[in-house]
């Protein structure tokens, strides 16, 4: 089992920027294939956002996202990270990621998720 910690999140204006992270402990993220980023708005279902292959690099966006998150990895400090730009109001939400050992987009194939960080964006 990994333990992950999400921080980096905050209140932001419509347009500016957040960086968050994603840190992993107990395992390193290669043990998994996927690391996602998935949201929750109140009262809504946990979204997908971005997910990144720990080997390849390889990176997939939710159409809401693209053009404006950039997920990314940083192997030796064992760190996802999610930059956000351009946010929206919609944006708004508790940001979580999770590991799969496969490649999907499912939150239901996702776990060990992360307690998550709260995003706010004021318009």
């Known amino acids: 089992q990994v333990q992950l910690v999400e921080s980096g999140g905050g209140l932001v204006q419509a347009g500016g920027s957040l960086r968050l992270s994603c840190a992993a402990s107990g395992h390193t993220f290669g043990a998994f294939t996927m690391v996602g980023w998935f949201r929750q708005a109140p009262g809504k279902e946990r979204d997908f956002v971005a997910r990144i292959n720990w080997t390849t690099g390889t990176t997939y966006y939710a159409d809401s996202v693209k053009g404006r998150f950039t997920i990314s990895r940083d192997v030796a400090k064992n760190t996802v990270y999610l930059q956000m730009n351009g946010l929206k109001p919609e944006d708004t939400a508790v940001y979580y990621c999770?590991?799969?050992?496969?490649?999907?987009?499912?939150?239901?194939?996702?776990?060990?998720w992360g307690q998550g960080t709260q995003v706010t964006v004021s318009s």
């Open positions: 999770a590991v799969s050992r496969i490649s999907t987009i499912s939150s239901s194939l996702y776990g060990d």
